[in-house]
């Protein structure tokens, strides 16, 4: 009864965050003007609207997750008050860079300074400090491993969502699969409070999309792209599968993250090697590489969906499976995941 208890009151609140962030997308379509938070397509080169559009989905999804946490009680939970605190520093910066943006090593800076702040309220990645790890032990070597790995974790995501947020309805989308599924994961497993926030975020993610899908009537900037990557890698570290150990679940995060990170090593990699500047905006990501083979702007956004469906249902699948079955579905995903990098990379200038 408890399971249907928390259901209902998870649809509720999905109901009622889809209504508040449409409600909250619509008004910020004639107020972004006047505020002068637009992106405009002759700030850069790689840009290809033709008109300047909002950049207000940041505003929309920190405004109604904040609402929604508050009406619900939920800061009252510490795990999702230490999300809340740390990703409003996330948000803030990301909205002074959508106004005068930033230089990297700043943008950098605010999203070390989120991490530090999720830390300190006891937030963190414990692998090294985990029975089944390797060398499990409580030495200070194995708690500087677990904060050194959550502040890598948290950084890679933040960047992973901003950097693969290069088409309309495409960060919204990855975005609202993952939350689909820690939102399933935790009502199975009991956690009322996790589930209840991921039934916010969801929420926003579907209420965002009918405004940011092609041809997109607001931008989500970096203000939500970054925010949006640094919830979720927050919600990866608090969730707990219950079922399977350590050893055959560690990487199901991964996997529901597997499109964004892919496109983000892609991206780097690809720029190290043509001795480009990483941080330099530029069309090399995975759907600029689909397009350049012919693939149409809807089919290449639903091959990316799809691939992030497939990978997170492989994840949730591992869950019930054993140790050795797991990792090596996990050994193949990277696999695949290699071939398709050597695939979009040959011969590409």
Known sequence: MKLIENLDSGILILVASILISTILSWISLFIAPKINLMDDPRSADHKKHKKKIPITGGLILFSTVFVLIILTNLWDNSNIWAILTSSSIIFFLGLLDDYIQLKP???????????????????????????????????????????????????????????????????????????????????TTGQEELFLFCSILLGVCIGLYFFNSHPAKLFLGDSGAQTLGFILASIAIIYNPLRGGQSSTWFVPILIFYMPLFDLILVVLSRFKRNKKIYKASRDHTYHRLSDKGVSIHHSVLIIHGVSL????????????????????????????????????????
Do not use: H, R
């Open 105 to 187: 090593l700043q943008k950098l800076f605010g999203q070390f300074l989120g991490a530090l702040v999720l830390i300190l309220n006891g937030v963190q990645i414990n692998i090294f400090n985990s029975p089944e790890f390797i060398n499990s032990s409580e030495t200070i070597i194995n708690n500087w491993l677990n904060i050194g790995f959550t502040i890598f974790w948290m950084l890679a995501l933040a960047n992973a969502f901003n950097f693969i947020d290069s088409i309309d309805g495409l960060v919204v989308g990855l975005s609202g699969v993952s939350t689909l599924f820690f939102f399933i994961i935790s009502l």
């Open 310 to 349: 497939v990978m997170s249902m492989i994840g949730y699948l591992c869950l019930n499976l054993s140790t050795i079955n797991a990792n090596l579905i996990f050994s193949s995903s990277i696999l695949i995941g290699i071939a398709a990098f050597i695939k979009l990379d040959k011969n590409y200038l």
